[in-house]
């Protein structure tokens, strides 16, 4: 089997499929005679009897049959080959490469990754999903060439900023939490004798800068999903955003705490989300059509930034 050669292979599919050598012979311009001899020979060098010969039309063997899949996916894996190779060779990125700020809505990238995949379905994809400055990191180290960031995380020089839509927050408290049960709406005051959940920065975890911080007593977690899980579990209030608690404010395991000001303002405040990348980098199709594509999607369900 050392001499299989990927035509042996496709005219024994083409066979197969046609249901005859000749048919097999007319649809791959050769004579009858050279698609027998090349059935033949892989029959001799497999050690196996693909067709049964005894009747009008050739009849698949058991043998045929149970390996007619695997010859269907070599000619396909062959064929995804070749178009991969001439995509790259015509600039196409193998791989791209999206760090993904946990702000954003997980069902916008879904239905990007879709249509990605539709258009560039040969391209590799690698996603990162990293909590504030996780994202302006891999962007800046070129691990990945798109980031999708809260923009304020990612003021650096070496990025360009591409607006993407804004984020609301809100914040919730389980119904049991000592919060939940006060009437009307809540003070910076009231807040403070309660343990706050704050979001923290796994890349620089003493960054001193907090946003929206009013307790004395802070638990800091560097994952959005952990703090979700602590908020249900009534360890503490906190921020979050509306699009990850929404099922939760409908179903009562979490209760939006009202306040009479956030952080001077009467109104809750929202995380502006960018697409960014590097300034000095040249960015391939896929990735420039990715960007676009970000963007569109978001503005379909988000606010524009």
């Known amino acids: 089997m050392d001499t299989l050669t990927l035509d042996q292979v496709a005219v024994f599919l083409a066979v197969a499929e ?3 050598f000749s048919a097999a012979a007319r649809a791959l311009n050769r004579a009858q005679s050279a698609v027998t001899y090349v059935v033949q020979k892989l029959e001799e060098q497999s050690g196996t009897v693909l067709f049964d010969r005894t009747q009008y039309r050739p009849v698949l063997t058991e043998a045929g049959r149970s390996l007619l899949p695997q010859a269907r996916r070599i000619i396909e894996a062959v064929g995804a ?3 991969q190779a001439r995509s790259i060779a015509g600039g196409l990125e193998a791989e791209l490469g999206l760090a993904v700020s946990s702000f954003f809505p997980m069902a916008q990238l879904a239905e990007a990754l879709h249509a990605f995949h ?26 990945c060439p798109l980031g999708i ?20 927050l809100v914040m919730v408290a389980a119904p049991e939490h000592p919060l939940a049960r006060l009437p009307g709406r809540l003070t910076p005051e009231m807040l403070r004798d309660h343990v706050q959940l704050v979001l923290t920065d796994r890349t620089a975890p003493n960054d001193s800068r ?23 579990a009534g360890l503490g209030f906190g921020g979050m955003p509306l699009h ?13 705490l009202q306040l009479t000001e956030w952080e001077g303002s009467d109104r809750p405040p929202t995380v502006p989300l960018c ?11 896929a990735a ?14 988000l606010p524009p930034a």
Do not use: C, N
Not at 120 to 141: D, H, K, M, Q
Not at 210 to 216: F, Q
């Open 210 to 232: 907090d946003y929206g911080v009013y307790a004395a007593q802070t638990w800091r977690l560097a994952d959005l999903s952990a703090k979700h899980a602590l908020l249900l």
């Open 18 to 20: 046609h249901g005859s």
């Open 118 to 143: 539709a258009r560039y379905p040969t391209v590799a994809t690698r996603i990162f999903v990293e909590g504030l400055s996780g994202v302006t990191r891999l962007v800046e180290t070129e691990t």
């Open 288 to 301: 420039t059509w990715m960007m676009q594509h970000l963007v569109e999607v978001t503005h379909r369900h």
């Open 244 to 256: 990850l608690v929404r099922d939760d404010l409908r179903d009562g395991t979490l209760v939006r």
């Open 81 to 83: 080959f070749r178009m």
């Open 149 to 168: 960031s809260v923009a304020f995380v990612a003021a650096s020089e070496l990025l360009r900023r591409v607006p993407l839509a804004d984020v609301e």
């Open 275 to 285: 697409v960014t990348y590097r300034r000095d980098a040249s960015l391939g199709p």
